[in-house]
């Protein structure tokens, strides 16, 4: 390489960085700023009447799992916390598994239309992006109440004599959020689906595979890319879940969102609150990861 070639190639460098400074300068400020001041807060001290004195204490962290007694001041373990953590991971685990239940055939469905169809079939599926969340979660309440539509249908049918109690229960949560998360994983579902090449089911069916070998050795890892985003799209934003768990979950069913927002508030234990969070990103980050390695290990290095 000639010098006048490595020149150019450290002035394109350089202005490629000056280009993205500004982007880069937001994103550390916006995204890792507070990030930083929640992990800071997490290693003081809680104030009286909430925020924080600056004095270290690893109190935050050590209530992640243990609680003090209030008669003899020994470290129990927290077994409220530890139930509101796999609360959330179950919950959000089955709402993952449920959606991509529905969500597969869905989108199979769609992406086996007609060019001309794929479009309003799409458009209805992105209708409920269009209401805000709390709207939908309430919407959701009106139909799973004592005297909501499901109840009174079947009422009507003679299934049931008295109303299910659904609301206030952790299957109400797992309905709602099932609901809020379906299109998440539609969507990937269906841009997986809609590059598939059909002409390799009618390969396996000549080859004399069943269905269901046709659905395991072909499809689902074909479009396993979709269903990887899919389920991300499904389960991090269903174990940060706050407004689906804090309406149809009431006070006695909460997740780790709700827990962390009664830290920072009625709590008046910010230092909890923060290492909380903390510990919400950690397993969202190992989430992640496990997701990745899954996509890859599966991959076929022939193509």
């Known amino acids: ?130 209401t805000n969340l709390l709207i939908r979660t309430f919407a959701i309440n009106e139909v799973i109440r004592n005297e909501g539509l499901l109840n009174t249908l079947l009422i009507w049918i003679g299934v049931i004599d008295t109303p299910i109690q659904i609301v206030y229960t952790d299957a109400a949560v797992l309905i709602g959020m099932t609901y809020v998360y379906l299109p998440l994983m539609v969507l990937p579902l269906f841009a997986a689906i809609d590059r598939f090449d059909m002409r390799l089911l009618e390969a396996g069916y000549d080859l004399y595979a069943s269905r269901l070998q046709v659905l395991r050795r072909i499809i689902l890892p074909i479009v396993k890319p979709g269903i990887v985003a899919g389920s991300i799209l499904v389960f991090v934003p269903s174990l940060g879940a706050y407004v689906t768990p804090r309406v149809l979950g009431g006070g006695k069913n909460m997740m780790i969102g709700n827990f962390i927002e009664l830290q920072f508030t009625q709590g008046r234990n910010w230092p909890l609150g923060a290492a909380l969070s903390m510990t919400l990103l950690v397993i969202v980050m190992i989430a992640l990861l496990i997701y990745v390695r899954a996509a890859n290990r599966g991959d076929n290095p022939h193509g």
Request: proline share 5%; charged share 15%; no cysteine.
């Open 1 to 130: 390489m000639s010098a006048a070639e490595d020149a150019l190639r450290k002035r394109s460098d350089r202005n490629g960085w000056l280009l993205s400074a500004p982007a880069l300068i937001l994103l550390l400020f916006a995204a890792s700023g507070p990030l930083l001041i929640v992990l800071v807060y997490s290693f003081l001290t809680p104030g009286q009447f909430g925020n924080v004195v600056w004095d270290f204490n690893l109190d935050g962290w050590r209530g992640i799992l243990f609680t003090r007694d209030i008669f003899e001041g020994t470290l129990v373990l927290a077994d409220a916390h530890l139930t509101i953590f796999w609360r959330s991971v179950w919950l959000s685990i089955l709402t993952t598994v449920i959606t991509f239940a529905v969500g597969f055939p869905t989108a199979w469905f769609i992406a086996t239309r007609p060019p001309k169809q794929r479009a309003m079939w799409l458009f209805l599926i992105t209708i409920p992006f269009w």
